[in-house]
C-alpha cells in the first residue's frame, strides 16, 4: 500500500467522521419545526450545544488534509462548486449565529427568528454536501489543466439533486435519532412517531439514489464490479438499513442510532470505492484526476503521515472526552 491510497483511505475515515457526527446535529436543525414549542425547541439546541462545533473539527481536517495531499484535486473542486461553497460557509456561519444567540434575549420574536435562521442554516449546509456529492459521483467537465468548463445549472441536475435529497433524509433520521437518545418526557414521545416517519423518507429516498446511480453513472458500476472486496460493505449497508425499523421497534434504540451510523459510514465508503482512484472524474476527453496525478510529492505526503500520527488521537480523544463529559440526556433545569 502506497502513501496515496493511505491518504485517499484516511481522507474517507475524515469523510465519514464528520459525516455520522455533525450529521445528527445538521439532523436535529432539519427536524427542528417540528419539535411542540419553545420549550422544546430549545432543549434541542441545548442537546446539541456542547457537541456542534467539535464536530466541524472532523471537516476542517478533512478540507486541510485534502489540500495538502491532492492539491490538484482540491483546486479544481473548488474552482468547480465556488458558490455552492460560499453558500455552504454562509450557512455553516448562520447555523453557529443562531445557537450562540438563541438564548441571548428571553423575547419569543428573537427566539423565533433564530429558530429559522437554525432550521435554513442546517438544511441549506446538508443539500449542499449531497449535491457536493452527487456531482463527485458523476463526474465534472474539465479541461487538460484540470479546470472545470461547465456552469453553475450544470452542477444541478436530476442526479445531483436526488443525492441533496438522500442527504436531508439520512440527517433528518439520524438527527431525529440522536434527539430521542437526549431528551425525555413530552419531546421524546414527540419523536418516537418522527422516528418512523424520518426512516421511511430515508427508504425511498435511498432506492431511488440507488437505482439512478446503477441507472446513470455507469463508471460506478464498473468500479463496483473491478472491487469484489466492497461487497461486504454493500451488504452491510442494506443490512444496517433493515435494523433500524426493527431497533425501532424492540425499543433498542442506541442499536437503532447505531445502525444510522454505520449506514452513514457505508454510504461514505461506497462513494469511496465507486469513485476510486478517482479523485474527479472527467465525462469530458481530458484526463481525470486520481490518487496519483493529483497528489503532492511523496516527501510532502511523508511529513503529512507524522503530523496525522500526532494529530488525528488528538481530535479522537477530545471528541471522544466531550462526549461522554456530556453524555446524559438534557433537562430544562
Known amino acids: 500500500m502506497d502513501l496515496n491510497l493511505i491518504w485517499f483511505i484516511l481522507l474517507g475515515v475524515l469523510l465519514a467522521g464528520y459525516a455520522i457526527l455533525d450529521g445528527f446535529d445538521l439532523g436535529v436543525g432539519i427536524i427542528h419545526p417540528i419539535l411542540g414549542g419553545e420549550k422544546e425547541r430549545g432543549l434541542a439546541i441545548k442537546a446539541i450545544g456542547p457537541l456542534w462545533d467539535g464536530n466541524e473539527v472532523w471537516l476542517v481536517t478533512f478540507g486541510g488534509a485534502l ?7 482540491y483546486a479544481t473542486i473548488l474552482s468547480a462548486m465556488y458558490l455552492p461553497i460560499m453558500l455552504l460557509l454562509f450557512c455553516l ?6 445557537i450562540d444567540f438563541y438564548s441571548k434575549v428571553e423575547s419569543r420574536f428573537w427566539k423565533l427568528f433564530w429558530d429559522c435562521g437554525f432550521t435554513i442554516s442546517s438544511l441549506g ?5 449531497g449535491v ?8 465534472f467537465p474539465i479541461d487538460e489543466r484540470g479546470t472545470y468548463t461547465g456552469d453553475l445549472i450544470g452542477l444541478f441536475t436530476p442526479y445531483t439533486l436526488a443525492t441533496g435529497f438522500l442527504a436531508t433524509t439520512v440527517f433528518a433520521m439520524h438527527g431525529a435519532m440522536f434527539l430521542f437518545l437526549k431528551t425525555t418526557g413530552d419531546v421524546r414521545e414527540r ?8 426512516w421511511g423518507v430515508f427508504l425511498i429516498a435511498y432506492i431511488l439514489v440507488s437505482m439512478m446511480t446503477l441507472i446513470e453513472n455507469e463508471h460506478v458500476v464498473d468500479n463496483i464490479k473491478q472491487a469484489p472486496w466492497a461487497i461486504p460493505i454493500v451488504i452491510l449497508n442494506v443490512l444496517c438499513v433493515a435494523n433500524i425499523p426493527r431497533a425501532i421497534m424492540a425499543e433498542k434504540y442506541a442499536q437503532a ?8 459510514a457505508c454510504l461514505v465508503g461506497l462513494y469511496s470505492v465507486s469513485t476510486f482512484p478517482n479523485m474527479v472524474y472527467s465525462t469530458s476527453e481530458s484526463t481525470s484526476l486520481d490518487i496519483y496525478n493529483a497528489a503532492s510529492s511523496q516527501g510532502t505526503l511523508w511529513l503529512m503521515c507524522i503530523i496525522a500520527m500526532i494529530g488525528v488521537p488528538l481530535i479522537a480523544s477530545y471528541t471522544a472526552i466531550v462526549y461522554w463529559t456530556f453524555r446524559h440526556p438534557v433537562t430544562e433545569s
Open 191 to 198: 419523536l418516537k412517531g418522527w422516528l418512523w416517519h424520518t
Open 67 to 73: 489540500f495538502a495531499a491532492f492539491p490538484e484535486a
Open 93 to 98: 456561519i448562520l447555523r453557529a449565529v443562531s
Open 125 to 129: 449546509a446538508t443539500i449542499v454536501f
Open 257 to 264: 442510532f447505531a445502525s444510522s451510523s454505520i449506514n452513514i
Open 132 to 139: 457536493a456529492a452527487g456531482n463527485l459521483i458523476q463526474g
